[in-house]
């Protein structure tokens, strides 16, 4: 019987372990195995090792991956787009299967809510067959439903990874919140998430983009990225960046203030570097890392528009990759990801994340 090697969390807060799986026998008329190229560590990773959402354990984590097909259903002939599938493709694919059916699919039209949601690598107990549900591990099953993409040959690898859910996940969110042309836009947190609002604001038409967050080589790469300024987190105390910001922008604060840091005291933070009648975003919280002392007081004074945004859909990943293979010159996401790790060294690559070591971690099983 055939094995795959795979890193599993199977406690939280504890080291992952390197366990073998059985490779199934057979694949489902709608399903697919791939084996694994390289697999991104996203920040999200970081909270489910926390325990900071309610998941199964053990678990193979593991949501930002590209692969090769190795063997495909019978009735799985295309991708998400209508293009051909054979085996030997490159492919990615959206992290989520939604039903279609439920009250937020269909009647809300919010699939990102839908009541039953699953995820590789967050949703699957791994016990359980086909196991292999995640991306740190040498193979992964997609299971029926899945949204497949094969990718461009002109497409590296390490750019749809260096994007990962990151992207998509900002396209979701400033697509609930709106850019509008020459707007003055802050980040919070220059990690994956915070670089793909930079690069997607930089293209929808606003005048000034300022980067707040840290370490410094993560703000080189927003400076590449074209950020107009940068305020460095390891530097200024939080009164002091709100008084750069707020000078940057003649005083008034910017019309947009999104959050892409997922700590909850930068919430705060944020509201107050919104000019009045801004827009705030919150996008970094996917887990729970718990609440703050929060004054409704600033939301209704400034008159801010606030919301939220939750993972995103399978049209925002085609949308994402039509960005990377257009804009790669001008955001090359390859040179986010770091040299890879090996799978028995997955929980380093876990730990780099956690520590902001890399821009962005990757493993190549």
């Known amino acids: 019987m055939q094995m795959s090697r795979a890193a599993v969390l199977t406690h939280f807060d504890s080291p992952l372990e390197v366990k073998e799986y059985p490779l199934p026998q057979s694949v489902e008329p709608d399903a697919a195995l791939i084996r694994v190229t390289l ?78 949601r699953k995820a590789y690598g967050i949703s699957y107990d791994c016990r359980q067959p086909p196991h292999l549900l995640g991306g740190y591990a040498e193979y992964i099953y997609l299971r029926p439903g899945t949204s497949v993409f094969r990718l461009p040959d002109e497409l590296p690898t390490e750019a749809v990874v260096g994007a990962g859910c990151a992207l998509v996940t900002s396209l979701h969110g400033l697509e609930r919140i709106g850019i509008e042309w020459g707007d003055t836009v802050i980040i919070q947190g220059s990690g994956p998430v915070g670089l793909a609002c930079l690069a997607l604001a930089k293209t929808s038409g606003a005048s000034r983009v300022i980067m707040i967050g840290g370490p410094e080589h993560r703000l080189e790469i927003a400076g590449q990225f074209g950020a107009d300024y940068c305020i460095d987190v390891t530097k200024t105390a939080a009164e002091e960046r709100t008084k750069q910001a707020l000078d940057l922008t003649d005083g008034f604060g910017a019309d947009l203030v999104l959050e892409c840091v997922g700590i909850p005291q930068a919430v705060s933070e944020g509201l107050e570097l919104c000019r009045d009648g801004g827009r705030y975003l919150i996008l970094g919280h996917y887990g729970d890392a718990g609440t703050i002392a929060f004054n409704p007081h600033v939301v209704t004074r400034k008159q801010l528009v606030v919301a939220g945004s939750w993972g995103f859909e399978p049209r925002h990943t085609s949308v994402a990759l039509q960005f990377l293979a257009r804009s790669r010159s001008q955001f090359p996401f390859e040179n986010l990801v770091s040299a890879p790790f090996p799978l028995e060294c997955a929980f380093e690559a876990l730990q780099a994340t956690a520590g902001w070591a890399t821009a962005k971690s990757v493993i190549a099983p």
């Open 39 to 116: 697999a991104g560590v996203c920040g999200t990773d970081v909270h489910l090792w926390h325990g900071q959402l309610p998941i199964p354990l053990p678990v193979i984590l593991g949501h930002e991956t590209v692969g090769v097909v190795e063997r495909l259903g019978t009735n799985l002939i295309a991708d998400w787009n209508g293009q051909r599938l054979a085996e030997g493709d490159r492919v990615t694919w959206s992290s989520s299967i939604t039903c279609g059916r439920c009250y937020y699919c269909r009647i809300k039209r919010q699939p990102t809510r839908c009541l039953e």
